[in-house]
Structures are given as C-alpha cells and as structure tokens.
C-alpha cells in the first residue's frame, strides 16, 4: 500500500461535499482536555496515528472559539489569535494555513481566521488540541459538510492528535484504531458526568517549550527501552479509569492518573537524548500534593508534555487546595446548566 498523507484522508472524509464554503463564516468552540490515561507515541507520524486508546476529560468553557471566512483576492491567509494578527510565516500561522490546505476549494483560495483561546495564556496550557478541533468544526461550519462527530474527530486528529478528543465534551476515549488509514482512530464520549469534579491548573512556567510533544514522543518511542511496557501500562490504566469514572471512585481515578503522567515521563528519562519536562517548580508542587494527600485530602495530579501540574480533587476540598496553591486556577470540567 502506497504511503498515505493527510490529503488523501481528507478527501475520504469529504467525498461528495463541495470544498467551497456555502456561507459567509463558520465558527465554532472546542474545549481544551486534560488526558488522565495519555496519549504517548504514534504508530504513524502522518496521519497522527497512537500506538495507543487514551482518555481525556474536557476543560468546560476553557478552549477556542474561531471563525473562517474566504478572504477573496488575497496573496496569504490571515490569521488573528486573540485579537491580534499572527505573521504567516509564525509556526501558529503555519500550522492553520497547513490545516486549511487539506480543504481549500483551490490552492489560490484564501481564508480569514480569527481564533480566540479562552485558556488564560497564564495558565500554561497547551491549545493545539482546542485549537484545531475548533478549526475542524468550523470550516465544517463554513461549508455545510454536516460531517459525523466521528470524521470530525478524524478531521481534527489530522491537525494534532490529542485534537481527536476536543470536538466532545466531558470525559472522552480516543480509540487507537488497527487500519492503516486511521479511520477506526476516532474518539467518542463517554456517558458519564461528574459534576463535583474539579481541575486546578499549576502555573510553573509558560516560556515555550523546549521540545515539542511531537518530537518527545518519536525520540522517546525509537530510543527508550521504558517505552517497551508503555501500551501495557495503559490497557492496564484505561481499564481501571473506566472503572473508577463508572462507580465514582475518586481515589482511583485520581491515583490512576497521577501514575500513568509519572510513567510517561519516566519513559522520557529512558530516552537519549533524555527528555525531562519538569522544573525543580514542578517536583516542589508534587510533593506539596502528596503532603496533602499524607494529611488526608483526596488531591492528585497529572501532567503533559511541559512543566505545569494539573490538579485532581472534588468540589468538597477546594478551600483547603486553594489555600494551599494561591492563585491557582479551578476548572469545573461538569458545570451545571
Ligand atoms: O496532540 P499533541 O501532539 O499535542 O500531543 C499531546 C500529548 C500529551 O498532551 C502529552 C498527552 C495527551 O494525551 O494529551
């Protein structure tokens, strides 16, 4: 089988759709989600393909909105993020141009897109997965496509993968999928609600990256012996999430969690050249939660690839986590409507 790109997908997932838009702007919200099983390594660096299931929970009303809109007689695409417009040639900008010449009508058709992160930057989170579902959605938007929540979910992975689980909202499973063109790589949501969850986010650091999860993950997938045990860490981990997220048992799901982040990025000090996100910041906040655990609060944490903490507690500890961590920022992932 010939070696397949992303265009090749695209044009599988919109076979019979007109590419040109039939209104005059699409727009569109995805939440932001925090993975409690990750997604770590990809079978297929192209099509965003996991080695894989991972699970997610959405962060609420933190995300992106955005709005496409053609932009006729145009030389670029023009892209805004937050009120401010982005240069072309910014990896922010080329990462939405790169997206929007999978769908464009023709290659001299030019967009306008104006995307807003209701993730305060502050708060170190990342926004590619937010940010190019809320793409997917609204050029989906743009052209009338009515796609299926599950192309979508494939749509968006093109984008970036963890993108696959923030076209949903809530707790969400991304299925790693077999087929070599990913169409059984989708994600779905699951049924549960968990109003008295809360998530706290940990500012460490916001300054970029030093590498990015992308090159993390294959660095870590061809050179860490640790990588070896990964899958089987999380057939275990997602079973025992699905478990706990099913008969409401907080302690597991928060001490599930908190050792699955651990063990991705203890497959990153596996690694050569060695991958460690952490600050000493990030250690100091860690063990400030397992103090807290020692004197009895139901507090865990999980991270990404970066140095910030993201807190796991119920509604009930709030005061006691917020005098602990000032400043910290609470998320309620289930909010009443
Ligand atoms: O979607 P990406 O390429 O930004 O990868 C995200 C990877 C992690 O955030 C570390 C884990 C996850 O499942 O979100």
Known sequence: MPTLHKADIVRQLLEGRPRLPC???GRAFAPSNIALCKYWGKRNDELNLPVTDSLSVSLGELGTTTVVAPLPDAPTDVVRLNGTPVPARSKFARGV????????PAPDFRYHVDTVNTVPTAAGLASSASGFAALALAVNDLCGWELSDRALSILA???????????YTGFVQW????????????AEPLPHLWPALRIGLVKVSTAPKDISSREAMKVVR???????????????DLAVVLGAIESGDFGLLGQTAESNALTMHATGLGAWPPILFWLPES?????????LRETGHALYFTMDAGPNLKLLFLEDAQPAITDAFPGLE????????
Do not use: I, N
Request: neutral net charge; proline residues 5%.
């Open 330 to 337: 609470v998320v309620t992932p289930f909010p009443a409507t």
């Open 97 to 104: 141009t790169g997206f929007l010449d999978l769908v464009r």
């Open 175 to 186: 299925h790693a999928g077999a087929a070599e063109d990913g169409m059984d790589s989708f």
């Open 222 to 236: 061809h050179t860490s012996a640790l990588y070896e045990t990964w899958p089987v860490k999380v057939a275990h």
């Open 283 to 291: 250690v100091a906040a860690m063990h400030k939660v397992w103090a």
């Open 23 to 25: 209104r005059q702007e």
């Open 157 to 167: 992975r093109l984008g970036s993968g963890s993108a696959a689980r923030s076209v």
